[in-house]
């Protein structure tokens, strides 16, 4: 199926965990350490807060308060109702490396994925964590072994799903009404876990490198592929039921718009954090798709 991409915010660094809310389109870009919104064609841009330690994941506790991922101090911020930033939850003694992705539930109580090693650095890898932190900051480590935990939603019956970005898999837990998670188990499989942990020998044995993603009304998932530049919307067990190919990087996506049906896509030429401090290549773009969105974020 062919579909049209427009690109809608140009000139950024490195967008990233795109999410609908009360109308615009919120996203983090790394590298100008902001925080912003749009209007659903892109017009309108502003800032919605500065962090200086590169924000990832954005979420909305039940109140409103925004939560925004700070990746290398290791911490939960929240807007406070008169724009100030404080920290909601410090999680430097419970992950590895840079924190990352974050899911928050309707209760608000986030999960949070993290690097678990110097990805920048080129450190072999090593498995990271899911941290929850509850609406009052308490931080707890829910999930381990995890080959870098990604993007996640959560579907209608409380389920967690989370991209494993370097195992070739999606993995799911049911969340449990105290926030712990059960059941673990793969949602989808693309390929046999890589047998390498050293970053340029594993690439080639990642088949989907999952990265941000979002639920649709008949339960697949849109993925971007981070590592071969393309978007996937696959169903449970890991049937691919449609490809859109990038002709660059893509990291994140998210469905939203009026009616649900514009897929929001974080695109950049790679992932790379020297080059992409040094540049203004990075956009968020859209295409229309068929299916709704659903779940969360």
Same mark, same amino acid.
């Given at each position: 199926?062919?579909?049209?991409?427009?690109?809608?915010?140009?000139?950024?660094?490195?967008? &990233?965990?795109? +999410?609908?809310?009360? !109308?615009?389109?919120?996203?983090? @870009?790394?590298?100008?350490?902001?925080?912003?919104?749009?209007? %659903?064609?892109?017009? @309108?841009?502003?800032? %919605? *807060?500065?962090?200086? =330690?590169?924000?990832?994941?954005?979420?909305?506790?039940?109140? !409103?308060?925004?939560?925004?991922?700070?990746?290398?101090?290791?911490?939960?911020?929240?807007?406070?109702?008169? #724009?100030?930033?404080?920290?909601?939850?410090?999680?430097?003694?419970?992950?590895?490396?840079?924190?990352?992705?974050? /899911?928050?539930? %309707?209760?608000?109580?986030?999960?949070?994925?993290?690097?678990?090693?110097?990805?920048?650095? #080129?450190?072999?890898?090593?498995?990271?964590?899911?941290? +929850?932190?509850?609406?009052?900051?308490?931080?707890?480590?829910? *999930?381990?072994?995890?080959?870098?935990?990604? !993007?996640? /939603?959560?579907?209608?019956?409380?389920?967690?799903?989370?991209?494993?970005?370097?195992?070739?898999?999606?993995?799911?837990?049911?969340?449990?009404?105290?926030?712990?998670?059960?059941?673990?188990?793969?949602?989808?499989?693309?390929?046999?876990?890589?047998? $390498?942990?050293?970053?340029?020998?594993?690439?080639? =044995?990642?088949?989907?490198?999952?990265? #941000?993603?979002?639920?649709? *009304?008949?339960?697949?998932?849109?993925?971007?592929?981070?590592?071969?530049?393309?978007?996937?919307?696959? +169903? %449970?067990?890991? &049937?691919?039921? &449609? &490809?859109?190919?990038?002709?660059?990087?893509?990291? *994140?996506?998210?469905?939203?718009?009026?009616?649900?049906?514009?897929?929001?896509?974080?695109?950049?030429?790679?992932?790379?954090?020297?080059?992409?401090?040094?540049?203004?290549?990075?956009?968020? +773009?859209?295409?229309?798709? $068929?299916?709704?969105?659903? #779940?969360?974020?």
């Amino acid at each position: 199926m062919s579909r049209t991409v427009d690109a809608i915010v140009t000139d950024m660094s490195y967008t &990233e965990c795109p +999410r609908w809310h009360e !109308g615009r389109i919120w996203f983090s @870009d790394f590298y100008t350490y902001a925080v912003y919104s749009a209007a %659903e064609d892109g017009s @309108d841009l502003r800032v %919605e *807060a500065d962090v200086p =330690q590169q924000p990832s994941g954005i979420g909305w506790l039940p109140d !409103g308060r925004l939560l925004i991922v700070s990746m290398r101090d290791r911490k939960v911020l929240r807007r406070e109702a008169d #724009g100030t930033l404080v920290t909601h939850a410090d999680l430097s003694d419970l992950v590895g490396g840079h924190v990352n992705d974050m /899911v928050v539930d %309707e209760r608000g109580r986030a999960f949070i994925g993290e690097f678990g090693f110097d990805l920048m650095g #080129g450190s072999p890898l090593e498995t990271g964590v899911l941290v +929850r932190v509850d609406p009052d900051g308490t931080a707890t480590t829910v *999930a381990d072994d995890l080959w870098f935990p990604n !993007g996640a /939603v959560i579907t209608a019956d409380e389920t967690l799903l989370v991209c494993e970005t370097f195992a070739n898999r999606v993995t799911a837990f049911d969340i449990a009404a105290d926030g712990s998670l059960t059941n673990r188990r793969v949602w989808a499989s693309f390929g046999d876990q890589p047998t $390498e942990v050293e970053l340029e020998s594993m690439l080639p =044995q990642i088949k989907v490198a999952s990265d #941000g993603c979002c639920l649709d *009304a008949d339960g697949a998932l849109w993925i971007a592929d981070a590592v071969n530049g393309r978007l996937l919307r696959v +169903r %449970e067990g890991g &049937e691919i039921a &449609e &490809e859109l190919p990038a002709d660059s990087g893509v990291f *994140a996506c998210m469905l939203g718009g009026r009616d649900g049906r514009t897929l929001f896509i974080s695109a950049a030429p790679d992932f790379h954090e020297d080059a992409r401090k040094q540049a203004r290549e990075a956009s968020l +773009r859209t295409t229309r798709v $068929e299916t709704p969105h659903a #779940g969360l974020p």
